[in-house]
């Protein structure tokens, strides 16, 4: 599974690579409350990285991604995307 990360402020300004932080990567069962998250630093370096959510339950869990700069700006979360778990 994959997605792209926004790359672009709450304020519509891009977000330029060396201002990049950290994806906040958010998920959970409920597309509506996306109880867990993943921070993964080093964003500069890591421009198209891939990371695997492991130990999921069987079921249907939900996705989102946002990038963080280096003042702490936040982007809009991405659409949600979904992966079901057979057991």
Request: net charge negative.
């Amino acid at each position: 599974m994959s997605w792209s990360a926004p790359l672009t402020r709450v304020n519509g300004e891009s977000i330029p690579m060396g201002e990049l932080d950290k994806y906040v990567i958010r998920y959970g069962q409920d597309a509506d409350e996306l109880s867990e998250e993943v921070v993964v630093t080093n964003a500069q370096a890591e421009a198209e990285m891939s990371y695997e959510v492991s130990g999921l339950d069987a079921g249907t869990w939900y996705f989102t991604i946002q990038v963080q700069d280096t003042n702490g700006l936040i982007s809009e979360p991405s659409d949600v995307v979904s992966k079901s778990i057979r057991s």
